[in-house]
């Protein structure tokens, strides 16, 4: 667990400070249990950015904060959360970043012109089960621009200590205190993840970074080809 340690860090907990007490325990805990700042450096630094699943908004408001150059959505199917969010960065100064917050249903992904450069997912695909996951995948792939990036967020199988303690909290959350909607809870491995981006022609890596956390937090990348034009042909 880290606190918000960087200026954007702590501007991020600073627009959620007025919120409700149940808004502020939930982006506070968020920050602390996951490795926002270490996932950021994996994201472009400009260009359309869009997060699916985003929740109260947490990660994509840091997004955009961090790089003004990235032009960042956040999509939910909660209109609670996005509320929420939307609120909270009316706290943003001019030019301070640029988002936006919009309610989607689920595995819906926006288009954007020329496709998006970075879609950005995490810890959602668990929420879905593995039918519905790998559907939002592929349509995300299809969403990016030729060369966009795929940056998913999740919680690793192993090590086996970290992974029971991860999906006992998510257990707890989905099923007893509600936070997040979710039906199935299916974790895939960062291995099953590479696999699926790999089948769906994206070149792939993956690392974890979990250090210093309780959680196996690891980060897949898929990046998307570039068509050539002898192969458009």
Excluded: N
Excluded at 172 to 189: M, N, P, Q, W
Aim: glycine share 8%.
């Amino acid at each position: 667990m880290k606190p918000p340690r960087s200026p954007a860090a702590r501007r991020v907990m600073q627009l959620w400070a007025d919120s409700d007490r149940r808004g502020r325990f939930h982006t506070t805990a968020r920050w602390w249990s996951a490795p926002f700042a270490e996932l950021e450096l994996e994201v472009p630094l400009a260009g359309d950015i869009l997060e699916v699943g985003c929740g109260h908004g947490v990660l994509s408001t840091y997004l955009a904060i961090t790089s003004h150059a990235r032009r960042v959505v956040g999509i939910d199917i909660d209109a609670d959360k996005i509320l929420l969010a939307s609120e909270a960065i009316l706290g943003l100064r001019p030019d301070e970043a640029d988002l936006r917050f919009e309610v989607e249903p689920s595995g819906v992904v926006p288009p954007t012109e020329g496709g998006w450069r970075s879609i950005v997912i995490a810890d959602v695909l668990y929420l879905l089960g593995r039918e519905r996951r790998d559907a939002l995948l592929a349509a995300c792939v299809d969403a990016l621009a030729p060369g966009g990036l795929l940056v998913i967020k999740e919680v690793d199988t192993k090590p086996l200590l970290k992974a029971r303690i991860s999906q006992l909290q998510e257990l707890i959350s989905t099923k007893v205190l509600r936070i997040t909607d979710g039906h199935a809870l299916e974790f895939a491995s960062s291995e099953e993840l590479v696999a699926t981006l790999v089948d769906l022609g994206m070149s792939t890596m993956s690392k974890r970074i979990d250090h210093g956390y309780l959680h196996p937090h690891c980060v897949v990348l898929g990046t998307k080809p570039v068509v050539s034009v002898d192969a458009a042909g």
